[in-house]
């Protein structure tokens, strides 16, 4: 089984809905993240969380909320789906000075 | 402005040859550069992690390389095989306050038979 698990891995949707991605981890990491990564462009920081108490925006954040409901358990958000949050999105976990460790990301495309 | 670019964007190479990516940053204060393999439809796995005391550090066929002085990585894949397809990004991390980590865009590397 996967160490970082995110559901759903595609989703088509249309502009205005509300849409959920979910990630789960059994790595045991505090640090969880979530990115974007849009064609000829580096990942980009949505949202980060250091524990079950700490959310941290990102550099791109407006337009998407997040919720840590467990250790590990971290969803994106969003409220208000557009066309241009079209993206392949990742969650990722980080413990202690190790590397990110990346789920296998879900492709979300908005009509 | 902080930043990571690589080059070239693309690479075509036959099975069995060597390559070098390249990696420049403006990130500051530096603390550490990772590569990351990503394969088609996975996230990217850590490759190597150097940081400003080390220049050069391997793993398998995998070597990077790192100038500090002049802001530079450079990623060695020798003797390439098929599964080396993928893209190849470049992160660089800063020490300071908060979270800071810039991702570079990548170099997508195709290996042919």
């Known amino acids: 089984d996967a160490d970082v698990t995110q559901t759903p891995r595609n989703r088509i949707t249309k502009t205005g809905k509300r849409i959920m991605l979910e990630c789960s981890q059994t790595k045991g990491h505090d640090r969880m993240y979530w990115y974007r990564q849009d064609p000829g462009l580096g990942l980009r920081l949505i949202y980060y969380?250091?524990?079950?108490?700490?959310?941290n925006k990102g550099e791109i954040s407006d337009g998407y909320s997040v919720s840590r409901q467990a250790q590990a358990k971290f969803s994106l958000s969003l409220e208000s789906a557009i066309p241009n949050q079209t993206a392949l999105y990742f969650c990722?976990?980080?413990?202690?000075?190790?590397?990110?460790?990346f789920g296998d990301g879900t492709r979300l495309s908005i009509l | 402005k902080n930043q990571v670019e690589q080059s070239p964007q693309s690479l075509i190479i036959l099975e069995g040859k060597n390559c070098t990516l390249q990696?420049?940053?403006?990130?500051?204060?530096?603390?550490?550069l990772r590569w990351y393999k990503q394969d088609t439809g996975r996230g990217p796995v850590s490759l190597t992690i150097m940081t400003f005391s080390e220049n050069t550090k391997s793993n398998g066929r995998y070597t990077a390389t790192l100038d500090a002085d002049t802001k530079q990585s450079s990623l060695h894949i020798t003797a390439s095989q098929l599964s080396d397809s993928a893209s190849y990004i470049c992160?660089?991390?800063?020490?300071?306050?908060?979270?800071?980590?810039?991702f570079g865009a990548g170099t997508r590397l195709f290996v042919k038979a």
């Open positions: 990696c420049n940053y403006t990130v500051s204060p530096f603390s550490n």
């Open positions: 969380s250091f524990d079950v108490k700490d959310i």
């Open positions: 992160v660089v991390s800063a020490s300071t306050g908060g979270f800071k980590t810039i």
């Open positions: 990722a976990t980080r413990g202690g000075d190790g590397p990110q460790h």
